[in-house]
């Protein structure tokens, strides 16, 4: 059998394979003389693995009752005990995030190839496929190092993010040409670029909030999303952009008229935050609305805010007027994001679309349309959000098609 792609998915599929059917050969294959790069950029070098808790609603794109059959096939628990077995055991931090305790990423790595290699497995770095071709008994594989033929192959070559890692959309188009059905892909997980009119995100660069973003999509409401935003030169990143940033990428590929808000107190109306500021004028009318606003938000923000409402110069809050109040009320709930674009695929840490989740076979991750192909990882329209969950698709989706392969 031969894998292509000697990233999270197609190691763990290579080592899974071996060590359930030693006697069947496995050749894993990559275009990049140092596999895993990928890995080694995740979670700022430090790689989240996993994460305590994981179910299908983490997940967007193809249907969830598949992905949920998936991620049934290997637990987070098993996961678990697979790193600590070879070599990387995992500590939990905020919102369940699992990480190496040695907190580096070319530990996991390592102890990847480290067991590839003690499993059998036959890695050809540098081996780049460029087709795959149906053929009697299999499929072969065109490579400018000379062809290969296999009686079952796995294409585990990634989406579109991060192309100089090798995950440059090569194996999409080879599933294509296969037969299968492209959802269109949009980079996810990714920065996102605003206006240059926009007043705050220049003036805040790398200042962290705690928001709610929201999408509207021809005006409906299509996500919300609560977590940490990071202004940044650009526009806004952080964990509530990465997650937010598929949904508003989505909705323009659908045709639809897509706007981002901002609420700076979560999980909070207009009516509450009014009736704040009506109780702060009354508890401290001397008080200047930054210095207030201040108590709830970073200073700097608050102070931006204030600023870019014009209501700076204001001398104390016994002097904002009723319509002044209900203006900052208003932005500090729904202030508008005016996105222009992503960074791209060359900064987005998932792709969203790929390969239709309906012509995979979830029991076996085999494909539907090509006889003896399967497919895992990222190459499948599935994309998770911030938090190691993409990282368990890849797991998971490995297990059950190296359940499949090893028969």
């Known amino acids: 059998m031969a894998i292509v792609g000697a990233g999270a998915a197609g190691l763990a599929t290579a080592i899974f394979a071996r060590r359930l059917n030693p006697s069947r050969s496995v050749v894993l294959l990559d275009g990049a003389k140092k596999p895993g790069a990928k890995i080694l950029v995740s979670g700022g070098g430090r790689c989240n693995v996993t994460n305590v808790s994981v179910t299908d609603a983490d997940f967007n794109g193809g249907r969830r009752s598949i992905i949920r059959r998936v991620l049934r096939g290997f637990p987070v628990a098993d996961t678990v005990a697979f790193f600590r077995a070879i070599g990387v055991p995992l500590h939990e931090e905020a919102d369940g995030k699992l990480f190496p305790d040695s907190n580096r990423a070319r530990d996991v790595v390592a102890a990847l190839l480290r067991e590839a290699e003690a499993a059998g497995v036959v890695l050809r770095a540098g081996h780049r496929v460029r087709d795959l071709a149906p053929a009697d008994e299999g499929i072969r594989l065109v490579m400018s190092e000379g062809d290969l033929h296999a009686r079952r192959v796995v294409l585990a070559t990634g989406g579109r993010s991060l192309p100089k890692s090798g995950s440059d959309g090569a194996g999409l188009d080879i599933a294509r040409r296969l037969g299968h059905t492209i959802v269109p892909t949009t980079p996810a997980l990714v920065p996102l670029l605003l206006a240059e009119s926009e007043p705050l995100h220049r003036r805040l660069t790398g200042v962290a909030m705690d928001v709610e973003l929201t999408v509207r999509a021809d005006e409906a409401a299509t996500a919300r999303i609560r977590g940490a935003l990071l202004w940044t030169h650009f526009g806004t990143s952080g964990p509530a952009t990465l997650d937010v940033s598929r949904h508003w990428l989505r909705a323009g590929l659908e045709g639809r ?4 808000t901002a609420s700076f107190c979560p999980g909070e109306r207009f009516e509450d935050v009014e009736a704040w500021w009506t109780r702060a004028a009354a508890e401290r009318p001397r008080a200047s609305v930054p ?6 938000l970073p200073a700097s923000a608050a102070g931006a805010i204030v600023g870019a409402l014009g209501l ?17 009320a208003h932005a500090l709930v729904e202030w508008p994001l005016p996105v222009t674009g992503s960074r791209g695929y060359n900064y987005a840490e998932v792709t969203a679309g790929g390969v239709d989740l309906g012509e995979i076979d979830s029991a076996t991750m085999a494909s539907r349309v090509c006889p003896g192909l399967f497919l895992v990882g990222e190459i499948l329209d599935v994309d998770g959000r911030v938090g190691g969950f993409n990282f368990q698709w890849a797991w998971a989706s490995a297990r059950v098609a190296a359940r499949a392969l090893a028969v």
């Open 291 to 296: 210095t207030v606003l201040a108590t709830r």
């Open 257 to 260: 008229s897509a706007a981002l």
């Open 312 to 328: 700076d110069a204001a001398p104390a809050l016994a002097h904002l007027s009723r319509s002044e109040r209900r203006r900052l």
